[in-house]
């Protein structure tokens, strides 16, 4: 529906119609804005408030009237693919239209013979390849759509995301898709504009516009900058946007109309499918080889029996020849293992959805597999980002709410001046997105920086209402918390009533807080009980500094707060907050206890039992970092360093303390990217965490990067390739786990069947050219390729994990896809089903008692036999690494189960009513039982095949430089015991 059809049918409730909002986004022009009343007079129009937002009767009415005529927050998806659409695709195959067209002709030659115009064979070829044809098509097509499906709707979930807005006056976060026109939200440095829309306020707010305009540099927003378009990043400052468009009619949605994306095939795709046309070389020189073969035995046999003139019925020899040697290569082509790859990662992925892992790149399902080392953050990740103050020094004042002896502040024992300047100092310099609620009886809740909810309870413990602080005053100027920087600062103006005493004058205040350690290095003067500065002398500031050490070695993360005076000549020269940093006077040094989540010690042991290097990456004190380290067992006998010693390192000196570094503390983005970069250049599979916005480079340079999904900024998950959902970093181990179930699933369809292959070829090409003809027809090999291509793919792709993969080195960057394990199982199967074949194929006739050689019933039980030897390896195939219990876990795949039982089900309603529409004839009950148990040998057959040595591969399991510490076996006990039970559900 257009904009003037929507304007035409539905009645303007609002004093802007849509087609009006839409031309004065798309100008973006000051002068249409002033038209309609500038900001304010487009607020009126949308009936909201530019401070409360949306009232309650939209809240109550679900926003009905405003969905109604602007629409909802959702964008155009590319069109379906119908099935048709798939089906058609099936047919377009060469090999498969070859085979078509060449039935086509024997049908009309079989049809012509049967009317007598022709002497020859009949029909019935021609009408079975055609229908087995039309079954694979039909096959293909099913399995193509319902992965189509799966990515629509995981799709769905990957571009949710929430986004905080004030809605009655009230903070609240919501779903991007429930964003209305109207609404007020609230953006901070690494969010992505949800919608389009007007700037109303804020700090120093700059947005990188190149995604839509192409302009590389930032535009700082303002009175005269005021639009804001979709789909752009906030890369500074902070602020508030009234919504004005939405969805399909925001600049974003209108670019996402004219977009139709196709998912780039992975890595291992690729590799597979280089691995499949080689296989089809293969499969094509046979096939000649066969045709070639066959035709000369035909010319030969036709002129030694030629006798009067040419029978034109005699062309349907040649036909049938042909479509022999075009099934050879339809069997050949190995067309299921892209579709292996492709079932077992939308399979993969739909369940990592429910262990916390959303996958946005489809690659990092298999590369996730192959990691070496994990780069983790702390904060959230091994900790529970359960943030509150336990200990701290306020104005000379100690205090410890974990010791009775020491006991907590109250608000009545403090001055009024020092416990202003502390309400004021949290609940102003702290992000507007950063609060919490209480909901009756219930734990509270914090959303946003949790580091900054744990100060604003604090604060609210000492009497501070921190919303309506932040409601009566405005901040000036403001410079929000960064990584590099790890302070943030912020200058309001200094009310009338607190600017004497304490304040020693000024019409501003600067307020900062961050890291303890360097905070304190920028104060001169220091709070005192009563309320009033004095100079900072170096014993206090040793004190201090003692103060801040102990709280670290017990794993506390320190703040530091502190605040200076500013005049207006100051506050209005050139300088910026950063230049007024200094000579400040300290409030005190707070101690955030953010406990250990008990999980974690388990799955980082269970990491390193992987053979995987876990190091802790944090903005964090060392003192502090290496405590958790330590909690976690990642820091064991190894190094731990500040950021600063790390960035003066050379390449040659990064190489030489790389193998032993297992903590890097106080550390900036530029080190983090410097790690996971020479990490990467030295041969390892990087994983590494990341929450902020300048954690995005080394995001993207990571092999995996995993962005935090509760902390994390809009800018680092569209940087990552998976989200962790819960920021848990077992989850982060659920991912290796699930990654190298994915390489593992492949390499079990490939070793079934890469066997299949060898042993048709095989067949086909000695029989031929032995006189024997082609012993398994063409309906016969077509079953045979949907069997080993189709639904193995289906039965072997979805394989679940189990804790056993992680009780195994990782398979790191080079490693063969086939195994010298897997390459000796493909051999000693191989050489089992080629020796019964020809047994069967030379001597059968004999052993069964089944009249001439080459009879119908010769080469149904040869057929059978066949079969059954793929429907046992199929079994022995789910094992590729020495494992004896190849039953293990079977009754967990439901639909190995339910595809093996239903392919040995075809299989009798094959042989015994196929008729000659599949060439055989019904068995008795002596040649079923004699097919089945030649078949089941494969599986004895198999463990003797396993006693055969082979070398292990150099690369596996011995690629990283880096060993990670032996985990204790005490440790891996509770996830081991949790896995097993996972195993037998649904991991």
């Not at 012509?112 to 039309?134: D, M, N, P």
């Not at 193998?659 to 020479?678: E, F, G, H, N, Y």
């Not at 995001?699 to 569209?718: F, P």
Request: hydrophobic share 45%; proline share 4%.
């Amino acid at each position: 529906m257009s904009n003037a059809d929507m304007d035409i049918e539905m009645p303007n409730l609002f004093g802007l119609t849509l087609a009006e909002m839409d031309a004065i986004m798309s100008k973006r022009s000051i002068e249409a804005l002033e038209e309609v009343g500038g900001l304010r007079g487009v607020a009126r129009s949308l009936h909201t408030d530019l401070s409360t937002g949306l009232g309650r009767s939209d809240i109550e009415s679900n926003f009905a009237d405003r969905i109604a005529t602007f629409g909802t927050n959702t964008y155009p998806k590319p069109p379906a693919k119908s099935w048709l659409h798939f089906f058609w695709e099936a047919l377009q195959d060469t090999t498969l239209i070859i085979l078509i067209v060449a039935a086509v002709v024997s049908l009309v030659l079989g049809i012509l013979s049967t009317v007598g115009i022709l002497h020859g064979e009949s029909w019935v070829e021609g009408t079975a390849i055609l229908a087995a044809v039309l079954i694979v098509a039909v096959v293909t097509a099913s399995n193509n759509y319902s992965k189509e499906n799966q990515f629509r709707s995981l799709n769905d979930v990957k571009n949710n995301r929430t986004v905080q807005v004030v809605r009655n006056g009230d903070t609240c976060a919501v779903s991007i898709f429930d964003i209305v026109v109207g609404d007020v939200a609230l953006l901070g440095t690494g969010d992505q504009v949800p919608a389009d829309g007007l700037y109303i306020s804020g700090q120093e707010m700059t947005v990188n516009e190149s995604a839509m305009t192409g302009e590389t540099d930032s535009v700082k927003k303002s009175a005269s900058q005021p639009f804001m378009l979709s789909g752009c990043q906030v890369d500074g400052g902070s602020g508030s946007m009234l919504v004005t468009a939405i969805g399909f009619n925001s600049a974003w949605g209108q670019t996402l109309a004219n977009l139709v994306t196709e998912p780039e095939p992975t890595p291992l795709q690729k590799k597979l499918d280089v691995m499949a046309t080689s296989i089809g070389k293969l499969g094509l020189s046979v096939a000649i080889l066969v045709f070639v073969v066959l035709v000369i035995y035909f010319i030969d046999s036709s002129v030694r029996g030629f006798e009067g003139p040419w029978e034109w019925g005699k062309l349907q020899i040649l036909v049938h020849i042909f479509i022999i040697s075009v099934t050879i290569v339809v069997v050949a082509v190995p067309e299921g293992l892209p579709l292996a790859v492709t079932i077992s990662l939308a399979y993969s992925m739909r369940q990592m959805m429910t262990d916390n892992n959303l996958v946005r790149n489809l690659a990092a399902c298999e590369t996730m597999g192959g990691a070496t080392n994990i780069c983790s953050d702390k904060t959230g990740t091994l900790t529970e980002n359960r943030m509150s103050v336990r200990q701290g020094w306020l104005a000379g004042l100690e205090f410890d709410k974990d010791r009775p002896d020491v006991g907590d502040l109250r608000a009545p024992d403090l001055d009024p001046r020092l416990l202003h300047l502390v309400h004021e100092g949290i609940a102003l310099n702290t992000g507007a997105t950063s609060y919490f609620v209480a909901p009756p009886g219930k734990p509270l809740e914090y959303v946003g920086n949790k580091t900054e909810c744990a100060l604003l309870v604090f604060a609210s413990e000492l009497g501070c209402d921190y919303k309506q602080l932040r409601k009566t005053t405005t901040a000036y100027k403001s410079i929000p918390f960064s990584s590099a920087r790890k302070r943030m600062s912020t200058i309001v103006p200094t009310k009338p009533s607190t600017s004497s005493g304490s304040s020693g004058g000024g019409a501003y205040r600067l307020y900062c807080k961050g890291a303890s350690e360097l905070v304190l290095q920028l104060c001169s003067k220091v709070m005192d009980a009563s309320g009033n500065q004095a100079v900072l002398q170096q014993s206090q500031r040793e004190q201090l500094t003692a103060k801040i050490d102990e709280m670290a070695s017990e794993g506390l993360r320190t703040v530091c707060l502190a605040f200076r005076d500013c005049a207006d000549a100051m506050i209005n020269s050139d300088k910026g907050v950063a230049d007024l940093e200094h000579d400040l006077v300290c409030i005190g040094v707070v101690g955030i206890k953010d406990p250990l989540r008990a999980e974690v010690p388990a799955a980082v042991a269970l990491c390193q039992q992987a053979g995987i290097m876990v190091r802790m990456v944090t903005g964090d004190n060392l003192t502090t970092a290496k405590k958790i380290a330590q909690d976690c067992g990642i820091l064991t006998d190894g190094l731990a360093m500040e950021g600063p010693d790390f960035a003066q390192l050379t390449p040659e000196e990064l190489d030489d303390i790389l193998p032993r570094l297992q903590v890097l503390a106080r550390s900036s983005p530029t080190d983090k990217l410097t790690l996971v970069s020479r990490l990467i250049h030295n041969g390892e599979v990087v994983a590494v965490t990341g929450d902020g916005t300048n954690d995005a480079p080394a995001l993207k340079a990571a092999d995996v990067g995993l962005a935090m999904g509760i902390a994390g900024t809009d800018v680092a998950k569209e940087a990552s390739d998976i989200i962790i959902l819960d920021d848990n970093f077992a989850s982060i181990v659920k991912a290796v786990l699930w990654g190298r179930s994915v390489y593992d699933n492949i390499r079990k369809f490939l070793q079934f069947q890469v066997t299949v292959n060898m042993v048709a070829l095989t067949v086909a090409f000695i029989g031929a050219v032995t006189g024997k003809g082609t012993p398994l027809k063409a309906v016969q090999l077509l079953w045979v390729n949907l069997i080993m291509d189709t639904l193995a793919a289906l039965a072997l792709g979805t394989e679940k994990p189990t804790a056993d993969l992680l009780y195994r080195k990782p398979y790191g960057r080079t490693t063969s896809l086939i195994s010298p394990i897997m390459i000796r199982n493909i051999a000693g199967q191989s050489v089992f089903q080629v020796t019964v074949l020809f047994s069967i194929l030379y001597v059968g006739h004999l052993i069964w008692d089944v009249g001439p050689e080459s009879s119908v019933e010769h080469y149904t039980i040869l057929f059978n036999t066949f079969v059954f030897c793929q429907v046992f390896n199929e079994i022995n195939a789910r094992k590729i690494n020495d494992e004896w219990n190849v039953l293990h876990n079977i009754h967990v795949n439901y639909m190995f189960v339910v595809i093996w039982l239903a392919i040995v089900v075809l299989q009798v309603i094959i042989i015994q009513f196929g008729g000659d529409f599949v060439s055989v004839t019904p068995l008795d009950v002596g040649q079923w039982f004699s097919c089945i148990a030649i078949g089941f040998i494969a599986i004895p057959f198999g463990f003797l095949v396993r006693l055969v040595p082979v070398p292990k591969p150099k690369s596996e399991g011995s690629q990283s430089r880096y060993r990670p510490s032996s985990a204790n076996a005490e440790e891996l006990k509770p996830l081991q015991a949790k896995q097993s039970s996972d195993d037998d559900e649904d991991l």
